[in-house]
C-alpha cells in the first residue's frame, strides 16, 4: 500500500502563491507517476498537472501552463505543486495521485492511490 498525505492549501488573494506538498510513505518502491487533481465545488475532477518519478517528465493542463510548476524530490518521496498567479477560478480541493505505471495519464480513474485533499481558496 502507498499512503499520500498531502499539505500547503489555505486561503490567498489573486496573484498570490501556494506550495502544496505531497508526501508519500509505504510501498514507495512502486511509484511511476503522481499527478496532481482539483475539485471544485459543483464540478468535476479535473487533471492539473503529473510527473514521473524516474525521468521527472511533465505534464500540465492548459488552464495552468505557465502558472504552475510541478516537481518531485525522489530522495523525501515527496512531489509538489508551485502555484503562482492564482485566480479565483483555481479555488478548489487539490487531491495528489498516483499510479504504479511509468506513464503520465490525465485521467482520474488511472491513478490507483490518492491523498485527502487540501482545499485552496482564492478570493478577488
Known amino acids: 500500500q502507498l499512503q499520500l498525505v498531502e499539505s500547503g492549501g489555505g486561503l490567498v488573494q489573486a496573484g498570490g502563491s501556494l506550495r502544496l506538498s505531497c508526501a508519500a510513505s509505504?510501498?514507495?518502491?512502486?511509484?511511476?507517476?503522481m499527478g496532481w487533481f482539483r475539485q471544485a465545488l459543483g464540478k468535476e475532477r479535473e487533471f492539473v498537472a503529473a510527473i514521473t518519478w524516474i525521468s521527472g517528465s511533465t505534464a500540465y493542463a492548459d488552464s495552468v501552463k505557465g502558472r504552475f510548476t510541478i516537481s518531485r524530490d525522489n530522495a523525501k518521496n515527496t512531489m509538489y505543486l508551485q502555484m503562482n498567479s492564482l485566480k479565483p477560478e483555481d479555488t478548489a480541493v487539490y487531491y495528489c495521485?498516483?499510479?504504479?505505471?511509468?506513464?503520465?495519464?490525465?485521467?482520474?480513474?488511472?491513478?490507483?492511490?490518492w491523498g485527502q485533499g487540501t482545499q485552496v481558496t482564492v478570493s478577488s
Open positions: 509505504g510501498r514507495t518502491g512502486n511509484l511511476y507517476a
Open positions: 495521485a498516483a499510479r504504479t505505471v511509468v506513464t503520465i495519464s490525465i485521467l482520474p480513474y488511472q491513478y490507483i492511490y
